[in-house]
């Protein structure tokens, strides 16, 4: 089992910075990969970042140069720093990771961002 507690979010004006952090607890040896998905009322939930137990990066070509991921391996979290927010990156974000040898995906409770413009 893995457990991710989630913090940030909040409301932010067009142009402006939020953090989200994703702190994992639990049985960490079975992930390797962990993520940011993002979900708007009555759409499907989108991938928005992920980074590896290596370093590398996706993104979503929506979020390219102004969202960066990165992990902490030694706290076991990870991060998403989003900047010049616009308001359609308002949404729900939700931390993911999967259990690579279960394919078992946890998720956060999801923390809201909302953008005015």
């Known amino acids: 089992q893995v457990q991710l507690v989630e913090s940030g979010g909040g409301l932010v004006q067009a142009g402006g910075s939020l953090r989200h952090s994703c702190a994992a607890s639990g049985t960490l040896f079975s992930i390797n990969t962990m993520a940011w998905y993002r979900q708007v009322p009555g759409k499907q939930r989108d991938l928005v970042a992920s980074i590896t137990s290596t370093g590398s990066t996706n993104y979503a070509d929506s979020v390219k140069g102004r969202f960066t991921i990165s992990s902490d391996s030694a706290e076991s979290t990870v991060y998403l720093q989003m900047n010049n927010l616009n308001p359609e990156d308002t949404a729900v974000y939700y931390c993911?990771?999967?259990?690579?040898?279960?394919?078992?995906?946890?998720w956060g409770k999801g923390t809201l961002v909302t953008v005015s413009s």
């Open positions: 993911n990771t999967r259990n690579r040898l279960t394919k078992v995906d946890y």
